[in-house]
């Protein structure tokens, strides 16, 4: 049996079938976060003007109280079945439509669930089947989802950013991915430099150049990589960004005035630093004559 689970014939798949699986529940937490984030706030107002609040008991239960009640339709309220819901394949076969009302599902599901499964074996190839590993999947599906949420509604939670920097510190108390010095210096250092740039830029320009919410998504990076990684993660993030941003422009025709989320690009900058952050790095000095 050991020898059949450390084939990678058969755990590859594995993986990519519990990427897809996984996805499916971030999709549930994309839609369901936001709107309980937007209760709870109500219900805060609410306490504050004195009024009574209904009781949630469920809330305090973190992401687990996401699942319920169980996922159904959001046109007519069909309740989804367990065959409607496998991920991808359930889309596919009912060709994106409730299998009660005929009412369009959204893009966004197979999507999800695929990039979940995709990015899911390639850390798992990248890093072997161990402890890093998982630790760089629990990562890259948080990531997954705070990107979509802050491009759907330009917002990225606490809820899962700060636990994730505490996450990285402790996984890096044992050098994870960095000494702990560093991952500590990182953490501050991501956090106060987009912080400084961000009143720099308000200062200048009278506009608000970016979200606390990418504060803390940089300081994440920085206590789970090290500050040696920062800088890199934002020229990239940057680049991306402003070359993404102006193709949205010019191709697509977006009014320049709609703010672009750019948590997405700094996520995906980050997780490239996870993944091949020393190579990048090293190509660097070597062109630039410094190795």
Known sequence: MTEVLAWPAVLYP??????????????????????????????AC???????????????????????PPSSCMSCGHRIRAWENIPVVSWL???????????KLSLQY??????????ALIVVWHFGFGWQALAALILTWALLAMSVIDIRLQILPDVLILPLIWLGLLLNLQGMFTDIQSAIYGAVAGYLSLWLLFHVF??????????????KLFALFGAWLGWQFLPQILLLSALVGAVSGLGMVLLLGRDKTIPIPFGPYLAAAGWIAMLWGNEINRSYLQLAGLQ
């Open 14 to 43: 594995l993986t990519f079938i519990l990427g897809l699986l996984v996805g499916s529940f971030l999709n549930v937490i994309i839609f369901r976060l936001p709107a309980r984030m937007e209760q709870e706030l109500k219900d």
């Open 46 to 68: 609410e306490e504050l003007a004195g009024r009574e609040v209904e009781y949630r008991p469920n809330k305090w239960f973190g992401l687990a109280y996401l699942m319920f």
């Open 93 to 103: 076969l009912q060709k994106g439509k409730c299998a009660a009302c005929g009412s």
């Open 110 to 119: 197979p999507v999800v669930e695929f990039l979940s499964g995709l990015f």
């Open 202 to 215: 308000l200062l200048v320009t009278g506009k608000e150049g970016m979200g606390y919410g990418d504060f």
